[in-house]
Nanobody, 125 residues
Framework: QVQLVESGGGLVQAGGSLRLSCATS????????MGWFRQAPGKEREFVAA????????YYADSVTGRFTISRDNAKNTVYLQMASLKPEDTAVYYC??????????????????WGQGTQVTVSS
């Protein structure tokens, strides 16, 4: 079966950094954009960042632009989210997703094809 498994979450102080990983398996993701989303307690899930299959196009939410960097290593079937200058407002469960679409479309498209189980990121003040 298709699986997306996030890892790398944890507790970090404000101003610190974390690197999240999303390992994919079960099928080829050739041509698929991948993205990161997050959901804080009591809030709606929101888009964070996305990257095209080639890695040539990235798209970020305004709230994370300049602080987060999305990348992918297709040889390792893995997408990453490097999170820097973390703020308490970044605290959320972070989810990895994939779909046969563009990076930009990941920011608005619903019913994405594949989702991971999420990993908790907690930023203390």
């Amino acid at each position: 079966q298709v699986q997306l498994v996030e890892s790398g979450g944890g507790l970090v102080q404000a101003g610190g950094s974390l690197r999240l990983s999303c390992a994919t398996s079960g099928r080829s993701f050739s041509g698929y954009a991948m993205g990161w989303f997050r959901q804080a307690p009591g809030k709606e899930r929101e888009f964070v960042a996305a990257i095209s299959w080639s890695g040539g196009s990235t798209y970020y939410a305004d709230s994370v632009t300049g602080r987060f960097t999305i990348s992918r290593d297709n040889a390792k079937n893995t997408v990453y989210l490097q999170m820097a200058s973390l703020k308490p407002e970044d605290t959320a469960v972070y989810y990895c997703a994939a779909d046969f679409t563009t990076a930009q479309a990941m920011g608005f498209k619903t019913n994405l094809a594949y989702w991971g189980q999420g990993t908790q990121v907690t930023v203390s003040s």
